[in-house]
């Protein structure tokens, strides 16, 4: 099932000459994983905002064409209807972190408690979400005082617990050291075993290439390519001409290729690199 339809998108900030969004036609399929990847300016948090009626219900603003999402359409709808289906994650953990409860655990149950769910229910929701995300061990530590990487698992986390049919993910590793960039993807990957739609925006491809079912470039507004990640990411032209880094994986076995010392498929996870790196020509 389509769970995400872009018609014809476009979309303008009033502030902006011109369209932000080009003509944007994507179909998203319930519970697949869309990578979003694309050169900083071109768009994608327009994007990931858009789904959330963000644009244009907060933002002022014109659009052409039409979004639907989970059979409403947006530019109808408020934002209210469309924020019990879509869970919108952002950049900074900080800023996302509610403060109203003392501890993780009151951080996870605040959301559910605002929309009257019964206590007990709310108290198994909570175990079994920190049970998934080995978070038990932060249970009762205030948020604030976490690591960047934990506070961004905790902010999914409050987000995820309210059983959004999608999950939009807006570059949640853009402010995060190395260890925590990696503990927040092993964390989305937990969670993309869950069924949930998933579309995350990020730069880190050596990531997604992991897990994505999809990618779609962006590039100065407009989606200009979607297809299987390995399609994708192994289009070191499509990705260099849109202003996007190849994988390192994929760096390596071009330069093995180069230098004769391996002939064959372009690598694109680590996988992949080891398997070339067993058939490299010793000198
Ligand atoms: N609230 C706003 N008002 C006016 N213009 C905006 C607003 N937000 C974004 N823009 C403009 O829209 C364009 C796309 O911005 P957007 O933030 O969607 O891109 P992005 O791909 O997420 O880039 P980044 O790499 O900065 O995250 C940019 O030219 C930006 O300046
Ligand atoms: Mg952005």
């Given at each position: 099932?389509?769970?995400?339809?872009?018609?014809?998108?476009?979309?303008?900030?009033?502030?902006?000459?011109?369209?932000?969004?080009?003509?944007?036609?994507?179909?998203?399929?319930?519970?697949?994983?869309?990578?979003?990847?694309?050169?900083?300016?071109?768009?994608?948090?327009?994007?990931?905002?858009?789904?959330?009626?963000?644009?244009?219900?907060?933002?002022?603003?014109?659009?052409?064409?039409?979004?639907?999402?989970?059979?409403?359409?947006?530019?109808?709808?408020?934002?209210?209807?469309?924020?019990?289906?879509?869970?919108?994650?952002?950049?900074?953990?900080?800023?996302?972190?509610?403060?109203?409860?003392?501890?993780?655990?009151?951080?996870?149950?605040?959301?559910?408690?605002?929309?009257?769910?019964?206590?007990?229910?709310?108290i198994k929701k909570v175990d079994s979400m920190l049970?998934?995300?080995?978070?038990?061990?932060?249970?009762?530590?205030?948020?604030?005082?976490?690591?960047?990487?934990?506070?961004?698992?905790?902010?999914?986390?409050?987000?995820?617990?309210?059983?959004?049919?999608?999950?939009?993910?807006?570059?949640?590793?853009?402010?995060?050291?190395?260890?925590?960039?990696?503990?927040?993807f092993s964390f989305i990957k937990k969670l993309a075993?869950?069924?949930?739609?998933?579309?995350?925006?990020?730069?880190?491809?050596d990531y997604i290439a992991e897990f994505a079912d999809?990618?779609?470039?962006?590039?100065?507004?407009?989606?200009?390519?979607?297809?299987?990640?390995?399609?994708?990411?192994?289009?070191?032209?499509?990705?260099?001409?849109?202003?996007?880094?190849?994988?390192?994986?994929?760096?390596?076995?071009?330069?093995?290729?180069?230098?004769?010392?391996?002939?064959?498929?372009?690598?694109?996870?680590?996988?992949?690199?080891?398997?070339?790196?067993?058939?490299?020509?010793?000198?």
């Open positions: 099932m389509d769970i995400v339809k872009f018609k014809n998108y476009s979309w303008k900030y009033s502030e902006t000459d011109k369209y932000v969004l080009k003509n944007i036609n994507l179909t998203i399929q319930q519970g697949e994983f869309l990578g979003i990847i694309g050169n900083v300016g071109s768009g994608r948090s327009t994007l990931c905002m858009s789904l959330l009626g963000l644009v244009p219900h907060l933002f002022y603003g014109k659009t052409k064409g039409e979004l639907i999402v989970d059979d409403i359409v947006v530019k109808k709808a408020k934002i209210s209807d469309l924020s019990s289906r879509v869970g919108l994650v952002l950049q900074s953990p900080d800023t996302q972190l509610t403060g109203a409860g003392t501890n993780v655990e009151e951080e996870l149950a605040f959301g559910l408690e605002n929309l009257g769910v019964p206590r007990r229910e709310i049970k998934l995300l080995n978070l038990e061990q932060l249970r009762n530590r205030s948020p604030f005082e976490l690591s960047g990487g934990q506070q961004q698992k905790v902010a999914i986390a409050s987000v995820f617990i309210m059983e959004p049919k999608i999950l939009v993910l807006d570059e949640p590793t853009a402010q995060l050291d190395p260890l925590g960039t990696e503990q927040v075993k869950k069924g949930t739609t998933i579309i995350l925006n990020t730069q880190k491809i999809r990618i779609a470039v962006v590039n100065k507004g407009r989606v200009v390519k979607v297809g299987e990640t390995r399609e994708i990411l192994t289009n070191v032209e499509l990705l260099r001409r849109n202003g996007i880094s190849p994988t390192v994986f994929t760096k390596l076995s071009e330069e093995l290729i180069k230098n004769r010392l391996y002939k064959g498929e372009l690598a694109m996870t680590f996988g992949d690199a080891v398997k070339i790196m067993k058939k490299v020509k010793r000198k």
